[in-house]
């Protein structure tokens, strides 16, 4: 179970707990503007009044664009012995909901007693809260399971209401049928769509993405997410971030098997669409989006046979049959293929070796700048994602200028100045040509397989 202290801020209904001082503050509330709801409260706006209009930067855009409500529904599932996964409640009434039963409450989910479960739901992301209470009832052969959920078109808001849906399912498995607080709290939070919902907004605008990517921070992880995040992905995977780094980079579909609990490996999830940033302005804009799907069942096997690119997660075993699903399969910490010409990117080049000895390196030197200089301001979540884009945007770059050149040929040189290992690199850089759009670049014959 995720510890307290990586929960975001509690709603205004909430009990709130006592302040602490340090470097444990969640990474939500130092990017937050003031006021519950993201706004600023009315002594700044009579503030700002009196010293006449300022220009709002567009990274202020961004974050008041991120901070709006959009909770299109809110909803209860339960599990019923003789049925199994059921809706029992929800709003709106006439939502179509069909299927969220078994999105809120993940396959194998008996097994745990708390769980949290990103997904997605047509055009829309959902988060829900899971909890398994023992009770002295034959009916239930002896305990009862309930989720609590919600469902926005963007997944950038949800963690903001983890704990209000922690404390709702434990007051659904206490006191079954008690909605008047989801109740209001739709009320308060539902979002304002346009009539038939069809334009609504599933991702950050491109004009405040960019401002917040030269920000170095990655808005959505600032956002959503706990203070650890990529730091415990990382470690996790320790050298196969390397590997994972560059399937993403390829847009390639990346499917993540773990048993329950599914949280922390919805974390996964979205820490691979991470890896995949780029800052540079018109590369990328031809190649299918990376979005994350979450947590998928067999129900979602329709859907992801027409997806191009994802990174999902699963606790269903069935799907490692499923081999046209997904171009990599993620089993714990073993990343593995069954494509022949995607093998050669699950060895470790010399250039990823290095690499990653430079971001252990960089991480240390961060640990230790914030224990001797108490120095709270820079994080590892800043580090690791920043590494990233900078090492992507070094790749765009380089190839952005061989493009450009009177002599468009890739060469040792110029793939050294990407980073990247002329011999252990080539497979993944010839793939990088096709599915950016450089294909009409030379590749030197000196470019051979080790």
């Known amino acids: 179970m995720v510890e307290r202290s990586d929960r975001a801020p509690l709603l205004d209904w909430e009990e709130v707990p006592a302040a602490s001082d340090g470097c444990g503050a969640s990474p939500a509330t130092s990017i937050a503007p003031a006021g519950s709801d993201g706004a600023l409260v009315p002594a700044e706006e009579e503030h700002l009044s009196d010293a006449g209009p300022r220009e709002v930067s567009l990274e202020e855009r961004m974050v008041n664009w991120e901070e709006k409500d959009q909770i299109v529904s809110v909803f209860v599932v339960t599990f019923n012995t003789r049925s199994g996964n059921m809706l029992e409640w929800c709003l709106p009434k006439d939502m179509d909901l069909e299927g969220v039963e078994f999105k809120a409450i993940a396959s194998g989910s008996h097994r745990v007693t708390t769980d949290f479960i990103y997904f997605r739901k047509g055009s829309y992301f959902g988060l829900a809260c899971f909890a398994n209470m023992a009770v002295e009832s034959t009916v239930e052969r002896g305990a009862r399971m309930k989720s609590v959920g919600i469902l926005s078109p963007s997944y950038t808001l949800l963690y903001r209401y983890m704990s209000f849906l922690e404390h709702q399912v434990r007051l659904q498995l206490q006191s079954p049928g008690h909605y008047s607080p989801l109740e209001a709290f739709y009320e308060d939070k539902r979002a304002l769509l346009p009539p038939g919902g069809d334009a609504v907004v599933t991702a950050c605008p491109a004009n405040a993405w960019g401002a917040a990517i030269n920000h170095s921070m990655h808005p959505e992880m600032k956002i959503t997410h706990p203070a650890g995040c990529m730091s415990q992905f990382i470690r996790f995977f320790g050298e196969q971030i390397m590997v994972l780094w560059k399937l993403a980079l390829l847009r390639r579909r990346i499917l993540i098997f773990s048993p329950p609990p599914v949280g922390v490996v919805c974390y996964r999830v979205y820490c691979c669409c991470c890896l995949a940033n780029i800052s540079i302005p018109g590369v990328g804009v031809a190649v299918p989006e990376f979005r994350p799907f979450f947590y998928v069942n067999v129900a979602d096997i329709s859907a992801l046979e027409n997806e191009l690119s994802y990174v999902a997660c699963t606790t269903e075993k069935i799907f490692e049959e499923k081999k ?33 000895r430079k971001l252990t390196e960089q991480r240390q030197m961060l640990l230790y700048s914030q224990e001797e200089n108490g120095d709270c301001v820079s994080s590892e979540e800043d580090l690791f994602i920043l590494f990233f884009l900078e090492q992507n945007n070094r790749i765009f770059q380089t190839l952005s200028e061989v493009a450009g050149s009177t002599d468009p040929t890739v060469t040792q040189e110029s793939v050294r100045a990407m980073g990247l290992d002329p011999h252990g690199d080539r497979l993944f850089l010839l793939h990088l040509l096709e599915i950016y759009g450089y294909d009409t670049l030379l590749v030197s014959e000196q470019l051979c397989c080790s």
């Open 324 to 356: 046209d699903l997904y171009d990599v399969y993620v089993d714990n910490q073993n990343v593995k293929t069954y494509r022949d010409g995607l093998k050669p990117l699950l060895r470790l080049s010399t250039a990823d070796r290095e690499k990653y």
